[in-house]
């Protein structure tokens, strides 16, 4: 059989009401006709759904199953109807947005200003935590577009490289640093660094893999504010995007130097779901968020950030 809405409304409102005297009453329709209603949807599913007793009804397990998906479809169909309905006026609703601690400093008042301006109607709820919480969110649809610094690799989602940020290594004040340093001649010199799992730890030591040796760890730590300033009281180097130190090297608590041959560069990624229906207010926040992240690069508030090479 095929179950109409008008079944599954007038099957709601009894199990709401608990009596078909009453549902009836809220229904406007005669109460031989709505129990009419009630048997012909029981033969037909081939189950008992209610369970009569001297002050009404309750639901059978079947009933209580369909009860749940009854109130789901008529949701869905009512909130349907309205997103056609104002499909011609400006996109609404709420958009959440998950970031990285340090994308979120750089990232979230500008996108919340934009949007703000350009879609008065949307709000934007923003999540800030590390990367591995945030790729959870997602695939649980508890957030609806992220940044990322790895793609997404689950099924049903869609990972576009954003942009590329430069890595630097960082000395305390009293270093005799060079301006350029490669990061083999980092081989043995005791670092502060993330802890394993860490992102950033796994890019690090993966290049240094690839030369041949692994990385000296003195302090494990995640946090870049705490690496910073262990770095500063002259607890040992480290290495972190350019833009995280932007504060520090201008204060001259901080001195750097620039990763050379090779370079060393990380890949920030937006995450998109491809297996769920997208709205036109999370279309908008997508639109504005590249917007923001493309003027942050322009105007060189994402230090050491460039459009992404090709590979």
Same mark, same amino acid.
Request: glycine residues 6%; hydrophobic residues 45%; charged residues 25%.
């Given at each position: 059989m095929t179950l109409d809405t008008r079944q599954l409304r007038y099957f709601l409102e009894i199990a709401e009401q608990g009596s078909i005297t009453r549902a009836s009453q809220v229904l406007n329709v005669a109460q031989p006709a709505l129990s009419m209603h009630l048997r012909t949807l029981e033969e037909n599913l081939g189950t008992q759904l209610m369970l009569r007793n001297r002050t009404g009804v309750v639901p059978t397990e079947a009933g209580r199953l369909l009860v749940e998906r009854a109130r789901r479809i008529l949701d869905?169909?009512?909130?349907?109807?309205?997103?056609?309905?104002?499909?011609?006026?400006?996109? @609404? &609703?709420?958009?959440?947005?998950?970031?990285?601690?340090?994308? @979120? *400093? $750089?990232? *979230?008042?500008?996108?919340?200003?934009?949007?703000?301006?350009?879609?008065?109607?949307?709000?934007?709820?923003? #999540?800030?935590?590390? *990367?591995?919480?945030?790729?959870?969110?997602?695939?649980?649809?508890?957030?609806?577009? @992220?940044?990322?610094?790895? #793609?997404?690799?689950?099924?049903?989602?869609? @990972?576009?490289? $954003?942009?590329?940020?430069?890595?630097?290594?960082?000395?305390?004040?009293?270093?005799?640093?060079?301006?350029?340093?490669?990061?083999?001649?980092?081989?043995?010199?005791?670092?502060? $660094?993330? *802890?394993? &799992?860490?992102?950033?730890?796994?890019?690090?030591?993966?290049?240094?893999?690839?030369? &041949?040796?692994?990385?000296?760890?003195?302090?494990?730590?995640?946090?870049? #504010?705490?690496i910073k300033s262990l770095v500063a009281e002259g607890f040992g180097p480290s290495i972190l995007p350019t833009y995280a130190v932007q504060a520090e090297t201008l204060s001259g608590t901080i001195r750097t130097s620039q990763i050379a041959d090779p370079g060393l560069w990380r890949r920030a990624h937006l995450i998109q779901p491809t297996n769920r229906p997208v709205t036109r207010a999370q279309s908008a926040v997508t639109e504005v968020l590249q917007d923001v992240v493309a003027d942050l690069m322009a105007n060189g508030k994402w230090a050491g950030a460039r459009v992404a090479s090709v590979s």
């Amino acid at each position: 059989m095929t179950l109409d809405t008008r079944q599954l409304r007038y099957f709601l409102e009894i199990a709401e009401q608990g009596s078909i005297t009453r549902a009836s009453q809220v229904l406007n329709v005669a109460q031989p006709a709505l129990s009419m209603h009630l048997r012909t949807l029981e033969e037909n599913l081939g189950t008992q759904l209610m369970l009569r007793n001297r002050t009404g009804v309750v639901p059978t397990e079947a009933g209580r199953l369909l009860v749940e998906r009854a109130r789901r479809i008529l949701d869905e169909m009512a909130r349907t109807e309205d997103d056609i309905r104002t499909l011609e006026s400006d996109p @609404s &609703g709420v958009v959440r947005v998950g970031l990285p601690g340090t994308v @979120s *400093s $750089l990232v *979230s008042l500008p996108l919340i200003h934009a949007v703000r301006e350009r879609y008065p109607n949307i709000t934007i709820n923003i #999540a800030e935590a590390m *990367s591995g919480f945030i790729a959870g969110w997602m695939v649980e649809d508890r957030i609806d577009l @992220s940044i990322l610094y790895h #793609a997404l690799d689950e099924k049903g989602f869609r @990972s576009d490289v $954003l942009l590329e940020e430069e890595l630097v290594v960082l000395w305390g004040q009293e270093a005799d640093n060079p301006a350029k340093v490669a990061l083999k001649a980092l081989k043995g010199v005791a670092m502060v $660094l993330p *802890s394993r &799992g860490h992102g950033l730890r796994e890019l690090i030591e993966d290049q240094m893999r690839r030369l &041949g040796f692994a990385p000296e760890v003195a302090i494990e730590i995640d946090s870049y #504010a705490n690496i910073k300033s262990l770095v500063a009281e002259g607890f040992g180097p480290s290495i972190l995007p350019t833009y995280a130190v932007q504060a520090e090297t201008l204060s001259g608590t901080i001195r750097t130097s620039q990763i050379a041959d090779p370079g060393l560069w990380r890949r920030a990624h937006l995450i998109q779901p491809t297996n769920r229906p997208v709205t036109r207010a999370q279309s908008a926040v997508t639109e504005v968020l590249q917007d923001v992240v493309a003027d942050l690069m322009a105007n060189g508030k994402w230090a050491g950030a460039r459009v992404a090479s090709v590979s």
